[in-house]
């Protein structure tokens, strides 16, 4: 597609509930990043996938979070039994890889109540 | 813990004035990007100024880079309302493509 594609971009769930994430990157792009952005804060890395090499899962905060991705398309990231404190900006990018700037997309806003 | 930092946090100038942001690292880098944000969504790539370059422009924008300080600068020259938004800077590091951002500098500009 001609953008990152994230979805959904806001989604409201109940503490203790699994949600799951999507993002659909750009075409080619061989390298997916998810980040996440609390309120006013900077982005904090969570994971990175790179062609099919084993991702880069050193930023995940708890065995709650995973994420996958097929190939060199659609990515999920999975939340497990959500906490307030995982309410944030979920953001994903993708880019061709070493050396390159990334594209975003526009993020899902997760409210976990 | 952030690798990078931006200065100031947050930066108020009038319309057609020139915005500076500084950014200081803590590691060696392979190369060093600059981000705008807008309403705390998507984030939109500037500018890569890489290890071995010194300056670089992009329209309004420039860019300079001090290795020895580990500290680089974004400059945005005659500013516009359009401008306001919040900038990052991030740095890759090591092997891979991972960037690591920093805090961010809110900028506004005012008619």
């Known amino acids: 597609g001609a953008g990152v594609s994230q979805s959904p971009s806001n989604k409201v769930t109940e503490k203790g509930k699994d949600v799951e994430l999507r993002c659909d990157p750009i075409?080619?792009?061989?390298?997916l990043y998810w980040y996440r952005q609390r309120l006013g804060q900077g982005l904090e890395f969570l994971i990175y996938?790179?062609?099919?090499?084993?991702?880069?899962k050193s930023g995940l905060p708890s065995d709650r979070f995973s994420a996958e991705r097929t190939g060199e398309s659609v990515s999920t990231l999975t939340i497990q039994r959500t906490q307030q404190e995982d309410s944030a900006v979920y953001l994903c990018?993708?880019?061709?890889?070493?050396?390159?700037?990334?594209?975003f997309g526009s993020g899902t806003r997760l409210t976990v109540v | 813990s952030q690798q990078g930092e931006e200065d100031p946090q947050a930066l108020s100038i009038q319309e057609g004035e020139n915005a500076t942001m500084n950014c200081s690292y803590k590691?060696?880098?392979?190369?060093l990007q600059w981000y705008r944000q807008n309403s705390g969504r998507g984030l939109v790539h500037l500018i890569l100024?890489?290890?071995?370059?010194r300056e670089k422009h992009s329209g309004r924008l420039r860019v300079t880079l001090d290795t020895s300080k580990k500290s680089s600068s974004l400059l945005i020259t005659a500013s516009r309302a359009a401008d306001t938004a919040s900038y990052f800077c991030?740095?890759?590091?090591?092997?891979?493509?991972?960037?690591?951002f920093g805090t961010g500098t809110q900028l506004k500009v005012e008619l």
């Open positions: 590691t060696s880098i392979n190369n």
């Open positions: 996938f790179q062609g099919n090499s084993a991702p880069d």
């Open positions: 075409s080619g792009h061989t390298a």
């Open positions: 990018a993708s880019s061709y890889g070493q050396g390159e700037g990334y594209t």
């Open positions: 991030a740095q890759s590091v090591g092997g891979g493509n991972k960037l690591t």
């Open positions: 100024i890489r290890s071995n370059e």
